[in-house]
């Protein structure tokens, strides 16, 4: 977030707390993102992070749900995702 904030440091604590948001969310309810079986394994969910183009990727079978990435919506997901068989 300190790319953002160099810019735009409301935008970017505003980003901050809507994470902090969607991991207490997660948290209480890790099936709630959905799977992409053609990004990820399936133990793998997303979750848009809303009002923001970012994609939360989480573990949901970890105890807490583990955050594996945050990622722009725009990112080449297959790309970037390719390597999540190994984690």
Do not use: C
Request: hydrophobic share 45%.
């Amino acid at each position: 977030m300190a790319w953002i904030a160099q810019d735009n440091p409301r935008a970017a604590e505003d980003l901050r707390v809507a994470l902090r948001h969607a991991a207490q969310l997660l948290g209480e309810h890790p099936e709630m993102g959905k799977q992409r079986r053609d990004l990820a394994p399936e133990t793998v969910r997303f979750l848009v992070l809303r009002g923001f183009p970012y994609i939360v990727v989480y573990r949901a079978n970890a105890v807490p749900p583990r955050i594996l990435r945050v990622l722009h919506g725009a990112r080449d997901l297959p790309e970037v995702l390719q390597d999540l068989e190994r984690e």
